[in-house]
Nanobody
Framework: QVQLVESGGGFVQPGESLRLSCTAS????????LGWYRQAPGKQREMVAI???????QYADSVNGRFTISKDNVKNTVFLEMNSLKFEDTAVYFC?????????WGQGTQVTVSS
């Protein structure tokens, strides 16, 4: 089991940056996949960025080059650095963890990009 708590969402203008944090209730070691998904109003939840224990990071095409996923194993925290934010990045962002083929989700944090 793992509990995930996100923070860092907020209201920003286009072109600005924001960093999301997700702190896990246990060590990140042994977690197969960590990542971020998002869901905009009226749309399905979509993958934004993931990092695998034995693989490279993966990004959605829409955020590649603007967003960066990273993790701090000491703080049990995974981050999503979001730069050059666009209107279409507005969504609820969810932290995700996969452990022994079981998915765990955070409660979500709202990111709103508006002028």
């Amino acid at each position: 089991q793992v509990q995930l708590v996100e923070s860092g969402g907020g209201f920003v203008q286009p072109g600005e940056s924001l960093r999301l944090s997700c702190t896990a209730s246990r060590s990140l070691y042994g977690i197969d996949t960590l990542g971020w998904y998002r869901q905009a109003p009226g749309k399905q939840r979509e993958m934004v960025a993931i990092t695998k224990r034995y693989g490279s990071n993966q990004y959605a095409d829409s955020v590649n080059g603007r967003f960066t996923i990273s993790k701090d194993n000491v703080k049990n925290t995974v981050f999503l650095e979001m730069n050059s934010l666009k209107f279409e990045d507005t969504a609820v962002y969810f932290c995700y963890a996969e452990l022994s083929r079981t998915a765990f989700w955070g409660q979500g944090t709202q990111v709103t990009v508006s002028s």
